[in-house]
């Protein structure tokens, strides 16, 4: 099987970034398709800790291809600090290759501050953004006036769009906000000193990807976010502003779907949230906020604390249908250890008596009104951070997971006991037929 997605079933964090670090040691070219610096993967590495915002998790590994696709929107000043990180950390491998398309469309200093201030107006109806200008930088690119890398290597394209979306901006930071407008000068000149640095990584990735897929090289995309962020699929509007699902890994690097091959979700043995929006089987107790404090559940990226709560599969039954999941990879299943009862949600029930076993109710008040339905299974005690296969963990810990799989209806692949890319038990490659 050549080509892999990697998603993420939940609310985002996950563990992508630890399984797309693991799985790229099997694949050639790893592609990021969707999302920007909202995102926050960590890798740990013989110990030692990396947070990629931009730059494809398989950025550590020797002679491959990382390959930020074209429906990544692109800060260039996070793109240019995550390189200078890597390589004055001596991370960036010399023949690892990184590119980035040069129809990405560009975050603007205007996308963050519109981000923010619309944030910061709204009264109890926050969506709780990372506040990095995702949502903004994806509504210029669907209005057709977003800038594209390509525009930032051309100088005359790239003042006459700095210049038309300046008017337009300003007039919104200004008159609707009551905010500073944003100065043209500057703004140019602090992106044209961007253009610079990131014109080496600059390429047309279709093409790039394709022939590498000629040869018989191995493609692994990553995704961002989780599908229940998704902006069709998701819990809308408490969600990001593109499609995270395993669909876009085509559009977003310009490669046919037939393409892929298999898809690989990503499910936390519980749930996490990071921001607003309805979260059924949050726990607001002792157990949530140990799992908080166990987990280490704060924000990659922002640093803030995640809502925690039981495992959802609703929310993984209704990702693996919308992203044609061929196999789960369990993560964090060591942060549960010694809770003595823990709780697997089946379905939804509504005042009405309505059920919901598959799919998250689409009207929010309905979703808002419904009440979590348990199974309910026996903890475990025992250390499980060095199990190297299943066999090694204890029995209730092996019947969690099997009962995960069950309800599922789709192969279990991995199963991550830690952070560290040891720490795992690997059931099957899915670059293996
Ligand atoms: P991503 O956004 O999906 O890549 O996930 P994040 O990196 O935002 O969050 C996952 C966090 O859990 C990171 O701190 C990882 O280092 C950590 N992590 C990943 N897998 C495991 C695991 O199996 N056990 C533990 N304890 N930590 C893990
Ligand atoms: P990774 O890839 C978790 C959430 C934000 C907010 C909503 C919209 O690390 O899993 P945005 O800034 O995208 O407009 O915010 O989406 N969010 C994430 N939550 N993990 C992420 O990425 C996220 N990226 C965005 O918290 O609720
Ligand atoms: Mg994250």
Redesign the pocket.
């Known amino acids: 099987m050549a080509n892999v997605v990697v998603i993420?079933t939940q609310?985002?964090?996950?563990g992508?970034?630890k399984v797309v670090d693991l799985y790229a040691e099997d694949a050639d070219v790893i592609a990021r398709f969707q999302?920007?610096n909202?995102?926050?993967?960590t890798l740990v590495v013989k110990g030692v800790q990396t947070i990629l915002h931009v730059i494809p998790s398989g950025i550590l590994h020797d002679h491959k291809i990382c390959v930020i696709g074209n429906g990544v929107v692109v800060d260039p000043a996070v793109m240019v600090q995550e390189i200078d990180d890597l390589r004055n950390r001596s991370l960036f491998p010399a023949d690892t290759k990184l590119l980035a398309s040069e129809i990405a469309h560009l975050i603007m200093p205007y996308h963050r501050r519109l981000?923010l201030a619309r944030e910061a107006r709204k009264t109890g109806k926050k969506?709780?953004?990372?506040?990095?200008?995702?949502?903004p930088a994806y509504e210029d690119k669907v209005a057709r006036t977003g800038i594209r890398l390509c525009d930032l290597l051309d100088d005359e394209i790239f003042r006459e769009k700095l210049k038309a979306n300046l008017e337009e901006k300003n007039f919104y930071l200004t008159k609707l906000f009551g905010e500073a407008p944003l100065d043209e000068r500057e703004v140019y000149d602090e992106y044209r000193a961007y253009a610079e640095k990131l014109k080496p990584y600059v390429a047309n990735t279709s093409l790039v990807v394709e022939r590498e897929m000629r040869k018989g090289k191995k493609i692994l995309f990553e995704?961002?976010?989780?599908c229940h962020?998704d902006v069709d699929h998701g819990t809308f509007p408490?969600?990001?502003?593109?499609n995270t699902v395993a669909g876009n890994a085509s559009c977003g690097t310009g490669i046919g779907p037939l393409a892929i091959g298999a898809v690989v979700g990503i499910c936390k043995a519980y749930t996490?949230?990071?921001?607003?929006?309805p979260f059924i089987t949050e726990l607001t107790c002792e157990i949530g906020d140990r799992i908080q404090k166990v987990g280490q559940e704060f924000?990659?990226?922002?640093g803030?604390k995640?809502r925690c709560g039981w495992l959802d599969m609703v929310l993984i039954k209704q990702s693996i249908r919308v992203s044609g999941i061929t196999g789960i990879a369990i993560t964090k299943l060591d942060v549960l250890t010694g809770i003595e009862k823990l709780k697997i949600c089946v379905g939804y029930k509504s005042p009405s008596g309505d059920e919901f076993t598959e799919s998250v109710p689409a009207n929010l008040r309905v979703l808002s009104e419904c009440r979590p339905v348990y199974q309910e299974l026996d903890g475990w005690t025992e250390d499980i951070q060095h199990a190297k296969q299943i066999g090694d963990l204890p029995k209730n810990a092996r019947r969690y997971v099997e009962r995960i799989e069950t309800l599922a209806g789709v192969p279990l692949t991995l199963v991550s006991v830690g952070a560290g890319r040891e720490n795992t038990i690997i059931l099957k490659s899915p670059f293996s037929d």
């Open positions: 993420g609310w985002g964090d996950e992508k970034g999302g920007g909202n995102a926050g993967h981000d969506i709780g953004t990372t506040g990095r200008g995702i949502g995704g961002a976010q989780g962020l408490y969600v990001t502003s593109s996490t949230r990071v921001g607003q929006g924000g990659a990226t922002t803030r995640r």
